[in-house]
């Protein structure tokens, strides 16, 4: 069974910087995985953010961005905002299913 | 403007079959390249994928749960139906439905999803 790693939890200071990672059991996270990160605050749906490792939507903030490093996917949110406080979920691709990994709880404190 | 909405019965008992439906406007599932998933989130847990089918009637399942699922298409009504086997309590979750576009590998659209709770 494939599993993706993500940080349970990370806390940050408001204005601050962190990096959210996304691990795959099968190996090194490349961009044939396609990975995706979702933004999900109490209450509603999941919300898409990046995908196809680094591409945003046109409602993506321009602080967020995603790469590849040390093999595996990236979330980098700068200039972090009370309002960015929300759960994150990456999702990879495996050749036919998707897996989501467990998800990391951002606080902004 | 595309939206996905889906629905079901917000209780089902033990062994019972559940059926989702996914109304969905603003895109067809008939354009090559549109796929629709089903992902579902147990209370507090994180996402889980469930299945997949895509435009050209290609279906794909999460391997713990393949014998459960059957995910279909209607496309003249613009339905995603999704069937789940033999309920158990541990089923509990709210149900989404999103689109796919093979071009980009994105999950752009979310429903809002439903609630299914699973007990006698």
């Known amino acids: 069974q494939t599993v993706v790693t993500q940080e349970p939890s990370l806390t940050v200071s408001p204005g601050g910087t962190v990096t959210l990672t996304c691990a795959s059991s099968t190996g090194a996270v490349t961009s044939g995985y396609y990975p995706s990160w979702f933004q999900q605050k109490p209450g509603q749906a999941p919300r898409a953010l990046i995908y196809n490792t680094s591409h945003k939507y046109s409602w993506t903030p321009a602080r967020f961005s995603g790469s590849l490093l040390g093999g595996k996917a990236a979330l980098t949110l700068s200039g972090l905002q009370p309002e960015d406080e929300a759960e994150y979920y990456c999702?990879?691709?495996?050749?036919?299913?998707?897996?989501f990994g467990g998800g990391t709880k951002l606080t902004v404190l | 403007q595309v939206t996905l909405r889906e629905s079901g019965p917000a209780l089902v008992k033990p062994t019972q079959t559940l059926t989702l439906t996914c109304n969905f406007s603003?895109?067809?599932?008939?354009?090559?390249?549109?796929?629709v998933s089903w992902i579902r989130q147990p209370p507090g847990k994180a996402l889980e994928w469930l299945a997949r089918i895509d435009w050209d009637d290609d279906k794909y399942y999460t391997s713990s749960l393949k014998s459960r699922l059957t995910i279909s298409k209607d496309t003249s009504k613009n339905q995603v139906v999704l069937t789940m086997t033999n309920m158990d309590p541990a089923d509990t979750a709210t149900y989404y439905c999103?689109?796919?576009?093979?071009?980009?590998?994105?999950?752009?659209?979310w429903g809002q999803g439903t609630l299914v709770t699973v007990s006698s």
């Open positions: 999103a689109r796919i576009r093979t071009a980009f590998w994105d999950y752009d659209y």
């Open positions: 999702l990879l691709f495996y050749g036919g299913p998707w897996v």
């Open positions: 603003g895109f067809s599932l008939s354009t090559n390249g549109m796929c």
